[in-house]
């Protein structure tokens, strides 16, 4: 690892201590978050990841972003769940495409018991045959239903506060702010990692982007996982005519959130497509260290393989490769998590 001193990991920092990070001269936020990326992560490595919907539209959730709330006319076709074989087909691709982790993403409210949540262990256990890390987002679950995945090997189990808790009431009302803390208590609870992050360009400000980070900083140990989202507008969701946000303001928060979290993988996540390769650059320069692979995020477009391999080669920069992977993932929080050592 880089020579550079590990930043102690913290977990008090309050909304003013985060919003002088978030609004520093663009130069001293990004050597900031880059002399922390290099003393906990390779700096010329990202991971890939691929997304598959396992489980498409006709969510009864009115999440003001979503394309698969069954409230809004978006033309997503609502599918049932996929079969075990396809969704393995999938990750055999994603894993050929150079992915080391396959999440699978479920329009569901909560889990439901029976066939189809045992078909969602199989597909667990089939992706971690395969050699890749698994993550599942799939709505609130139980305790018991954490257990399971978590004896079915799940790498780590995907669950958003997307936004401010102040935010929050105006882009979903059909579950609270506090029912998605309690989920991710559960997830962690099992022994699961956590996979959590937001969305930006909703129409929220600065300030509700300090407090989302604020909440997830506090999260003791911090999720290993934090995606960041642009918003992808999509036609037919009440956000779908919102004001593109400046993509200055991405980079701005996943340094933030690089400094922050040290030690978790920041993940440039939805809504790459509208970026240009410098936007994306900038973003990797603050420490993003991951990306969603492949022609389609859940149901919108991403990048071309070939694109995302063409930019990585043009900075230099590669994906994370099997050997790594061999040794570096686990399915249990790490203990670096607690103790501030890197892996
Ligand atoms: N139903 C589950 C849930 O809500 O937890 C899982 C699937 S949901 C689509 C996963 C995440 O995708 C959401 O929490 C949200 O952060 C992100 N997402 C959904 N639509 C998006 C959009 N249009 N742009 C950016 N991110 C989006
Ligand atoms: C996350 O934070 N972003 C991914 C993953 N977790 C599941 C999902 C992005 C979905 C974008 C909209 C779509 O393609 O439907
Ligand atoms: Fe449903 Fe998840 Fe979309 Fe919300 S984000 S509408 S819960 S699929």
């Not at 440039?268 to 936007?279: F, K, T």
Request: proline share 6%.
């Amino acid at each position: 690892m880089a020579a550079l001193t590990a930043a102690k990991l913290r977990y008090d920092w309050t909304v003013a201590e985060i919003e002088v990070l978030l609004t520093l001269p663009l130069p001293e936020l990004i050597f900031r978050a880059q002399s922390v990326h290099r003393a906990h992560h390779p700096p010329d490595e990202i991971q890939g990841c691929a997304l598959l919907s396992i489980k498409t539209g006709g969510c009864p959730e009115d999440c003001a972003y979503c394309p698969q709330s069954a409230r809004y006319q978006t033309g997503v076709a609502p599918a049932g769940l996929l079969t075990v074989e396809e969704t393995l087909q999938a990750a055999e691709h994603a894993c050929r495409q150079g992915a080391t982790r396959f999440c699978m993403g479920a329009a569901w409210r909560d889990v439901p018991d029976g066939k189809d949540f045992e078909r969602v262990l199989e597909m667990v256990r089939g992706v971690r045959a395969l050699g890749l890390e698994a993550c599942c987002t799939l709505g609130m679950l139980t305790d018991e239903q954490a257990e399971r995945l978590a004896t079915a090997d799940l790498t780590a189990y995907n669950h958003n506060l997307d936004t401010s808790p102040a935010f929050y009431d105006e882009i979903i009302t059909t579950r609270t702010y506090d029912e998605r803390l309690q989920t991710l208590a559960r997830v962690r609870r099992a022994g699961i990692r956590v996979c959590c992050g937001g969305i930006i360009g909703m129409g929220e400000g600065r300030e509700d982007r300090c407090h989302l980070l604020m909440q997830l900083a506090s999260q003791r140990p911090h999720p290993e996982s934090v995606p960041i989202n642009l918003l992808v507008r999509v036609e037919g969701t009440p956000l779908a005519h919102e004001q593109p946000l400046d993509p200055l303001e991405l980079v701005r928060m996943i340094a933030s959130a690089r400094i922050l979290m040290p030690a978790s993988m920041v993940r440039l996540s939805a809504g790459r497509l509208s970026l240009s390769d410098e936007a994306q650059a900038l973003c990797f320069i603050a420490g993003a260290n991951s990306i969603f692979m492949g022609e389609r995020l859940l149901t919108t477009p991403n990048p071309e393989t070939v694109r995302d391999q063409q930019l990585l080669d043009k900075l230099g920069m590669h994906l994370r490769s099997q050997a790594v992977r061999a040794v570096g993932d686990a399915s249990k929080p790490r203990t670096a998590e607690v103790t501030g050592a890197t892996d």
